[in-house]
């Protein structure tokens, strides 16, 4: 049983160009949640989708940034343009049931190098 | 606005030690929360949760406790040993209320067991 699988593991970007994230949740779990943790940091709440829908983009930066958890495939967040600022390291968890109080789990990460 | 404060980044403990780990909260619509262990450039790894209608919950070396008046909850270790050396995150979710089951983390401690 394959744990929460994301790529790349390490992506480096030059200022102005678009980072892709990918996120294949846990099998069985379609909730899929995006963090992002900044050096010396927690880990910050992005955004929460379900296939097909985002149910809470709350944390979600009002610009460049986007996500989407299509029917077939992994879950996907989009930064375009990046910038310096963006160089993070950016965790998807995927849980069953949100809501019943059951733990996320969490995928390696993405770290992006923003040039 | 920190609604999750663990406000010791570090802490040091002999190994067959207790690692006690502290973290504190602000919003009363909390009504679950866990603790995870990351070590660098991995994910986090789900480690022991609390519901709010309890006070303690225990899994093996690792219980947690909570006290709701206090807002604040603790991890306990018992005995640590080095292979516990790594980054600890409280994490807080109002499931039972928003339904989204969404994580606040804490900035995270820093636990070094000495051999």
């Known amino acids: 049983n394959a744990g929460v699988m994301q790529n790349p593991r390490h992506l480096v970007r030059r200022r102005g160009q678009e980072a892709r994230l990918r996120c294949s949740p846990m099998?069985?779990?379609?909730?899929v949640y995006w963090y992002r943790q900044l050096p010396e940091e927690g880990l910050k709440f992005m955004v929460y989708?379900?296939?097909?829908?985002?149910?809470?983009e709350s944390g979600m930066p009002k610009e460049r940034f986007s996500a989407e958890f299509p029917k077939e495939g992994p879950s996907i967040l989009r930064i375009q343009q990046v910038v310096r600022g963006d160089s993070a390291a950016y965790f998807c968890?995927?849980?069953?049931?949100?809501?019943?109080?059951?733990?996320?789990?969490f995928g390696q990460g993405t770290r992006l190098t923003v040039v | 606005d920190q609604q999750v404060k663990q406000n010791s980044p570090s802490l040091s403990v002999q190994e067959g030690r207790i690692s006690i780990l502290n973290c504190d909260y602000t919003?009363?619509?909390?009504?679950?929360f866990l603790w995870y262990k990351k070590y660098p450039a991995e994910g986090p790894t789900f480690l022991i949760s609390?519901?709010?209608?309890?006070d303690k919950n225990e899994d093996g070396r690792f219980t947690v406790f909570l006290n709701k008046s206090a807002k604040h909850l603790s991890l306990h270790i018992v005995p640590s040993q080095p292979g516990d050396s790594a980054v600890y995150f409280c994490?807080?979710?109002?499931?039972?209320?928003?339904?989204?089951?969404?994580?606040?983390f804490g900035q995270g401690t820093t636990l070094q067991v000495k051999p």
């Open positions: 968890a995927s849980s069953p049931l949100p809501g019943t109080n059951t733990e996320a789990f």
């Open positions: 099998k069985g779990h379609s909730h």
């Open positions: 989708l379900q296939k097909e829908n985002i149910i809470d």
């Open positions: 919003n009363s619509m909390f009504d679950y």
């Open positions: 609390i519901s709010s209608i309890k």
């Open positions: 994490a807080a979710s109002d499931g039972y209320s928003s339904n989204t089951g969404k994580l606040i």
